[in-house]
């Protein structure tokens, strides 16, 4: 079946016409290619932001276990492996995508990332440095990080103020602005930390859904809309915008392990999934009120396609039917410890400490991964996505699954092309 392609399918597939429809479909799919990717959003896209900012703070995101199946391990990132952008970065043909944070060894030619650990949709106004997870660049932030960028990429391409052979990094070209992919993945920041934090109530929380998705709005118009910059002694020029915008949803709250163990028990509502069905209320809302914003973003700026991916409807997949993706554990976290759904407040991955009067040590891989397989989970470390989770979503956004326009990017993705391990 696997020699199924677009000139042999007749012949090779005679016997089983049902399964080769769908392998020509797929076969004839082009390759994702796109000059660059950049991403704005929080830890579930950040690869290095945040503890650019704050090495203390977020210290341990570039130690084990975090990013054990990741090829370098220090990967920064709050995950076993790949995010969903790294696999949307990789699939497209690209090399990793950078934080723009970074000042040594960050290769911008394909692309930035302007996502933090901690980075909230809705503007920050008061924010203190031991405030939790928490930090305050949220998504209006990113967006200046983004303009000002624009305006130093244009500084180095400019033979006046840059002479050839005077400064040299590597960083995208502007004319490649219009053809590269925008990922917009924000939100889970404010609901998720609100409850963990306990700052707000679960009723209190539904209430900010409309203030979240304002600020998710707010910023994808900012990235279609052109600047003028007036640059010193120069003629004004007009800045280039984003043409292609990925808006990533939410995955269901409630079958989240830190919210399953924080707000589960006997009084709670669950659903066929074991999931919370009030918390999943907010995660509903927020989604549906963003597909609505963005099917009338859609209308005001035709020349743009804005890309609904439906990460609720890959996390709801894998749950329907967890074999298929080899999931075994879908509610627990693989890097934590006890509890229905192995997760501790107490004692979270990357930490060290005593559950129940027992010491427990989640800051290392050995003598064994943190479970048995981290593949079999949705959860890392009962907070954020796994790579088993970020891998099937990012092959259903690039193949055209769970996303509107219907085909999404329509291209087959490679994740071979940069690394194979995962
Ligand atoms: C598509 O990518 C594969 C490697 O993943 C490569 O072998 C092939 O030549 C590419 N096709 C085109 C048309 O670029
Ligand atoms: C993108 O912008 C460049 C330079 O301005 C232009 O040559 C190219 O045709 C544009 N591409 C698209 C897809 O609009
Ligand atoms: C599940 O595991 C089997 C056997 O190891 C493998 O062939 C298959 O590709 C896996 N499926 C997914 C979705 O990873
Ligand atoms: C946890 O285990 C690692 C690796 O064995 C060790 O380096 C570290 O000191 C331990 N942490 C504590 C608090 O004991």
């Given at each position: 079946m696997g020699k199924c392609g677009v000139f042999g399918a007749r012949v090779l597939c005679w016997g089983a016409l049902m399964l080769c429809v769908l392998q020509v479909a797929s076969a004839a799919l082009p390759n994702c290619s796109y000059p660059g990717v950049f991403a704005f959003g929080d830890s579930l896209s950040d690869t290095g932001n945040s503890i650019a900012a704050f090495p203390e703070k977020f210290a341990?995101?570039?130690?084990?276990?975090?990013?054990?199946?990741?090829?370098?391990?220090?990967?920064?990132?709050?995950?076993?492996?790949?995010?969903l952008l790294d696999f949307l970065a990789f699939g497209v043909r690209r090399r990793p995508i950078y934080p723009v944070l970074r000042g040594t060894g960050g290769d911008f030619t394909f692309g930035t990332n302007f996502a933090a650990y901690g980075a909230p949709a809705r503007t920050v106004k008061v924010w203190y440095k031991d405030d939790g997870f928490n930090v305050p660049f949220s998504l209006d932030v990113q967006h200046q990080w983004s303009e000002r960028y624009k305006i130093r990429v244009w500084f180095y391409e400019s033979p006046i103020f840059n002479?050839?052979?005077r400064l040299v990094q590597s960083l995208p070209k502007l004319a490649t602005w219009n053809e590269s992919l925008f990922v917009v993945w924000s939100g889970y920041q404010d609901y998720f930390f609100s409850l963990y934090d306990k700052k707000l109530t679960v009723s209190q929380t539904k209430k900010i859904v409309g203030d979240v998705v304002a600020a998710i709005e707010e910023h994808i118009v900012k990235l279609l809309t052109p600047v003028v910059y007036i640059p010193p002694a120069t003629p004004s020029m007009i800045m280039p915008i984003a043409q292609t915008i990925m808006v990533v949803n939410l995955p269901p709250?409630?079958?989240?392990p830190a919210m399953l163990t924080l707000y589960g028990g006997p009084k709670a509502k669950y659903d066929q999934y074991g999931c919370l069905s009030e918390l999943n209320k907010i995660t509903s809302a927020h989604n549906k009120l963003l597909t609505e914003k963005i099917i009338a973003l859609r209308a005001k700026y035709p020349a743009a396609l804005i890309l609904d991916a439906d990460a609720h409807g890959v996390y709801t997949d894998i749950l329907k039917n967890p074999k298929s993706y080899n999931v075994?554990?879908?509610?627990?976290?693989?890097c934590g410890v006890g509890g229905s759904y192995n997760f501790n407040t107490g004692v979270t991955c990357g930490h060290a400490g005593l559950v129940d009067g027992k010491f427990v040590n989640l800051t290392t891989s050995l003598p064994a991964t943190p479970c048995a397989n981290p593949r079999a989970h949705l959860s890392w470390d009962g907070i954020h996505t796994s790579n088993t989770f970020n891998k099937a979503a990012a092959t259903d956004f690039l193949t055209g699954k769970?996303?509107?326009?219907?085909?999404?990017?329509?291209c087959s993705p490679d994740f071979f092309f940069f690394d194979s391990s995962t």
């Open positions: 341990n995101a570039e130690l084990d276990p975090n990013g054990i199946l990741f090829p370098t391990h220090a990967a920064d990132r709050y995950t076993d492996g790949k995010l002479p050839p052979g709250l409630g079958c989240i075994t554990a879908p509610l627990s976290a693989c769970h996303i509107t326009p219907a085909g999404g990017l329509g």
